[in-house]
């Protein structure tokens, strides 16, 4: 029987600012892009093209059962020894926030699923919005 997993991520987005990734390397670990948006590849110059829309992306582990308490936990622990550079970047770029939960429900368990009151502190102190995915792949 194969398990429900679950992870979390930090985005940053911005409409009007081109992202220095760079940048954003050297102060906090970025998730990897692995596929490209529909239309980039057809830009002459897709490596080096201003598209106005930026995101960088942060991830948690992904659990390897149905309880995601400690992933949850880890990941907010390394966005608070982080908060100072997320702060810092979330303001030069003009970004906005998005904290996600991501659930991948492959058997018939519940994830447990549960933010403490210092994560959703945490959450309004750098101005993120809460937002959660459930795919059913059952």
Request: aromatic share 14%.
């Amino acid at each position: 029987m194969v398990n429900t997993n679950l992870y979390c991520t930090l985005t940053f987005h911005s409409d009007t600012e081109k992202f220095n990734l760079k940048e954003f390397e050297n102060k906090i670990q970025l998730y990897k892009k692995l596929s490209w948006t529909i239309g980039d590849l057809q830009h002459p110059d897709y490596e080096e093209s201003a598209r106005i829309d930026s995101s960088a992306v942060i991830k948690s582990n992904t659990s390897h059962n149905y309880d995601g308490t400690e992933v949850i936990s880890d990941f907010f622990e390394y966005l608070n020894s982080k908060k100072g550079d997320i702060l810092e970047l979330k303001k030069k770029y003009k970004a906005l926030l998005h904290f996600d939960i991501v659930i991948n429900l492959e058997s018939n368990d519940s994830p447990g699923v549960f933010l403490s009151h210092e994560h959703l502190l945490f959450l309004t102190e750098i101005g993120a919005s809460l937002n959660y995915s459930v795919y059913d792949y059952k």
